[in-house]
């Protein structure tokens, strides 16, 4: 959220554009939470690996926990929904995505949808974005409008608040450094990931802010003034960290109080476990406006083994005749140009 803060104030282009997409989904997803049940959208992700030692070097095991959490997350398909307080189960949505490992990378080669890169740097600053870029000791980005870019460091620091778990960007922000990064202490169910953010939680909340969902208490800092612009999330002052007791009061919000156990709050991984449908209809409302280009990415169409060829299929004639001239030096030739023969050289 302080990168973000950064921009906004730093980016006039990326304060209109978020301006932009906060008006087209208010008006969006009202008819958004009206519509029929929509279609399951899938999502190809690429994981980016920046590894200092052997340890951040993470298992494709681990990578496949992560993705194995989101699909059940993004999918109402999470067992521990079950523990949803009463009365909000109700207000639980699904937001019906799937996510899958590229199997296509950016030059049409068959991928496993992870990059691996040794790196000098033993952390990573979100500040600089360094993680996001080849040139600064993490990995360039793959097209984000064909794919979710997921970075994978070992330590990732905030020049202000320190430690992250992960940080992400929201829509409308610049192409090179579109994704989520995230700590490998937070990254999955197994491996490197470490209790009490070891079941995958961190990956669903930062993902939640790149298809558009703000914090649940409005980020106002205890406030009770700011919003999440989602009408079924109760008004909550401050972030929940930890694992509350139901109901947690804040901002006059009884009876029922805090919706902390939502991804988009600050609880532990074991005591979040919801969206609501009001978040849903945000996320998918971003998924018809400024994240729409993922829909038609080809990165979970099989590579071809080989390649097509893409031969032009009329030469221009100028540049025929230059090629075959000084082939055949001065002598006359004649040759089919696509469309009929002609003589070439003579000159
Ligand atoms: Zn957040």
Same mark, same amino acid.
Not at 196 to 201: C, H, I, L, Q
């Given at each position: 959220m302080e990168q973000h803060t950064r921009m906004l104030e730093a980016e006039p282009v990326y304060r209109a554009n978020r301006l932009t997409i906060e008006r087209f989904s208010l008006e969006r997803a009202r008819v958004a939470l009206r519509a029929a049940a929509p279609r399951t959208i899938t999502i190809p992700v690429v994981v980016h690996v920046l590894h200092s030692t052997a340890a951040e070097n993470i298992s494709e095991e681990q990578v496949r926990s992560q993705i194995a959490v989101l699909n059940q997350d993004f999918q109402r398909k999470n067992p521990d929904r079950s523990q949803t307080p009463a009365p909000f189960r109700g207000a639980i949505g699904n937001p019906k995505v799937r996510f899958q490992l590229a199997v296509r990378d950016p030059n049409g080669s068959p991928t496993n949808g992870i990059t691996r890169t040794p790196t000098t740097k033993p952390q990573f600053d979100s500040g600089a974005n360094d993680i996001k870029f080849t040139a600064q000791g993490g990995r360039d980005a793959w097209p984000r409008d064909r794919y979710l870019n997921l970075w994978v460091g070992g330590t990732v620091v905030d020049p202000v608040v320190g430690a992250l778990l992960g940080y992400a960007q929201f829509p409308g922000g610049p192409a090179a450094t579109d994704g989520v990064v995230i700590a490998a202490t937070g990254f +999955? &169910?197994? %491996? &490197?990931a470490q209790a009490?953010? /070891?079941? %995958?939680?961190t990956a669903t909340h930062e993902i939640g802010h790149w298809l558009n969902l703000l914090h649940i208490w409005g980020d !106002?800092? +205890? %406030?009770?003034? %700011?919003? !999440? /612009?989602?009408? !079924?999330t109760p008004n909550q002052a401050g972030p929940n960290s930890g694992c509350p007791s139901f109901p947690h009061r804040t901002c006059q919000n009884g009876p029922h109080g805090d919706m902390f156990m939502n991804y988009m709050d600050y609880t532990d991984d074991a005591c979040m476990f919801m969206f609501t449908k009001g978040q849903v209809a945000r996320m998918r409302t971003t998924l018809q406006g400024p994240r729409a280009t993922i829909l038609a990415s080809d990165a979970l169409a099989p590579a071809a083994r080989v390649a097509r060829l893409a031969l032009p299929t009329r030469a221009p004639k100028a540049s025929l005749a230059t090629l075959v001239g000084a082939e055949a030096g001065s002598q006359v030739t004649t040759v089919f140009d696509g469309a009929g023969w002609v003589q070439v050289g003579a000159r």
């Open positions: +999955g &169910t197994l %491996g &490197t009490p953010f /070891n079941k %995958g939680r !106002d800092n +205890g %406030g009770c003034q %700011g919003s !999440d /612009n989602v009408a !079924d």
